[in-house]
């Protein structure tokens, strides 16, 4: 099974620091994805990455920037963290473009900043 | 674009009673529709998804979903609720065209009543 861990389940943070996120798949997949889940808005994709070094902006990008410098591992940084980024962050991947192929998840990263 | 709406941000059933969380997509190509689910404090698993091969879809759980063209819709159901199914369920849309994975639908919690 395709596994996808991410390595900060619950994290405190105040405003204006740095937060990294990070992301890591074992299954050799292409697409990686970032998405932000909040109460009555579901899933949000804030950016993905289709190849090593390669990353396009989702719907919600503002306030975040991704690396990926390997082809197992996503970052997602929040530059200066704010209280409406509180949130809970979900990493995916998936084997390659087509529609079909289904995303695998990780648990998730919840965020408080105060 | 594509698009999905979860009728019901809420649901409650009695245990045994039938589970029935609806689903309704806007796509302008033929779409390939899934259903995830979420149980507290943990990521998306993959419930069942079409993928034109059949219109009904028997997924993990003894859930199952009828692609209806002519409704644009996907429900999900299940004859008999468990206790264990409580949980966050999200419907989602994805093509072929473009880079971008799934479109996630708002949620449906369902609750299930002794």
């Known amino acids: 099974d395709v596994k996808v861990t991410q390595s900060s389940r619950y994290l405190v943070k105040r405003t204006g620091e740095k937060v990294f996120l990070e992301c890591v798949q074992d299954m050799d997949h292409e697409n990686m994805f970032w998405y932000r889940q909040d109460p009555g808005l579901g899933l949000r994709l804030i950016y993905f990455?289709?190849?090593?070094?390669?990353?396009e902006k989702g719907d919600i990008p503002e306030g975040y920037s991704v690396s990926r410098e390997k082809k197992e591992r996503f970052s997602l940084i929040l530059e200066s963290a704010s209280t409406n980024q509180t949130s809970m962050y979900l990493c995916?991947?998936?084997?390659?473009?087509?529609?079909?192929?289904?995303?695998?998840f990780g648990a998730g990263s919840r965020l408080t900043v105060l | 674009a594509q698009s999905v709406t979860q009728l019901g941000s809420h649901v409650s059933v009695s245990e045994g009673a039938l589970v029935l969380l609806r689903c309704n997509y806007s796509s302008s190509v033929p779409p390939y529709l899934f259903w995830y689910v979420q149980y507290p404090n943990q990521g998306l698993q993959l419930l069942l998804k079409?993928?034109?091969?059949?219109?009904l879809v028997k997924g993990i759980n003894g859930f199952e979903a009828e692609f209806k063209k002519s409704e644009t819709s996907f429900h999900l159901t299940k004859p008999s609720a468990h206790m264990s199914d409580a949980a966050e369920y999200f419907c989602a849309v994805s093509l072929d065209t473009g880079r971008r994975a799934l479109t996630f639908g708002s949620g449906t919690r369902l609750q299930v009543q002794p």
């Open positions: 079409y993928t034109s091969a059949a219109t």
């Open positions: 995916a991947s998936r084997l390659g473009p087509l529609g079909a192929n289904v995303l695998t």
């Open positions: 990455s289709y190849d090593v070094k390669m990353k």
